[in-house]
């Protein structure tokens, strides 16, 4: 059983900079993956910010930003706002099976 | 511009079924593939599979075969989620997902609250 691991909870000061990880039970995650990344805010569907590691949408804030760090994926937020506080996902591409990482809690105080 | 739209709450007894719906709108129904996503009440996000739009082959997740079936209506641009059986367990939001194209995550639904419960 694959499992991807992402830190349960972080907190973040207003303006500050925060990076999230994505582990893999398998060892080192890379490109091949294709990590993505979600926000999902209290009561609302997850949004899509990023994908194939470091990929924005159209519609990802400028402050978001993806990579790969340390053997994990990452996902950066520079210049954090009070709205982004939420829960976090990373999404990894196993063999043609998706998994999700059991996300993060960013507060923002 | 893109829209997926899902069908509303359900609330069902143990044994039964559900047929929840995906609408889509503003693309090619057919040039995209739709993922479906399951969160239990206060818990993270499980994949369930995904049904490729071109050809309505399904692929399942582990722990999603048997009694779940996705499904496609290429006349009306929509796509189906349908769980038999239904177990308190299957208590959960189901979302459907469109892809951007391989491996990119897009447009997510809002949502289909199913509750089991007798």
């Known amino acids: 059983q694959t499992v991807v691991t992402q830190e349960p909870s972080l907190t973040v000061s207003p303006g500050g900079t925060v990076t999230l990880t994505c582990a893999s039970s398998?060892?080192?995650?890379?490109?091949?993956?294709?990590p993505n990344w979600l926000q999902q805010k209290p009561g609302q569907a997850p949004t899509s910010l990023i994908y194939?590691?470091?990929d924005k949408h159209s519609w990802t804030p400028a402050r978001f930003s993806g990579s790969l760090l340390g053997g994990k994926a990452a996902l950066t937020l520079s210049g954090v706002q009070p709205e982004d506080e939420a829960e976090y996902y990373c999404?990894?591409?196993?063999?043609?099976?998706?998994?999700f990482g059991g996300g993060t809690k960013l507060t923002v105080l | 511009q893109v829209q997926v739209v899902q069908s509303g709450s359900e609330l069902k007894m143990p044994g039964a079924s559900v047929k929840v719906s995906c609408k889509a709108s503003?693309?090619?129904?057919?040039?995209?593939?739709i993922n479906w996503v399951r969160q239990a009440p206060g818990q993270g996000l499980e994949w369930m599979g995904w049904?490729?739009?071109?050809?309505?082959?399904?692929t399942y997740a582990q722990g999603f075969t048997g009694r779940f079936v996705f499904s496609l209506d290429t006349s009306v641009s929509t796509a189906y989620l349908q769980i038999s059986s239904l177990k308190a367990e299957d208590t959960a939001i189901y979302y459907c997902?469109?892809?951007?194209?391989?491996?990119?995550?897009?447009?997510w639904g809002q949502g289909s609250l199913v509750t089991v419960s007798s």
């Open positions: 997902v469109r892809d951007l194209r391989g491996y990119v995550w897009g447009y």
């Open positions: 503003g693309y090619t129904f057919t040039n995209y593939h």
């Open positions: 049904i490729n739009t071109n050809t309505g082959h399904p």
């Open positions: 398998t060892g080192a995650v890379t490109s091949d993956y294709y």
């Open positions: 194939s590691t470091s």
């Open positions: 999404l990894l591409l196993y063999g043609g099976a998706w998994v």
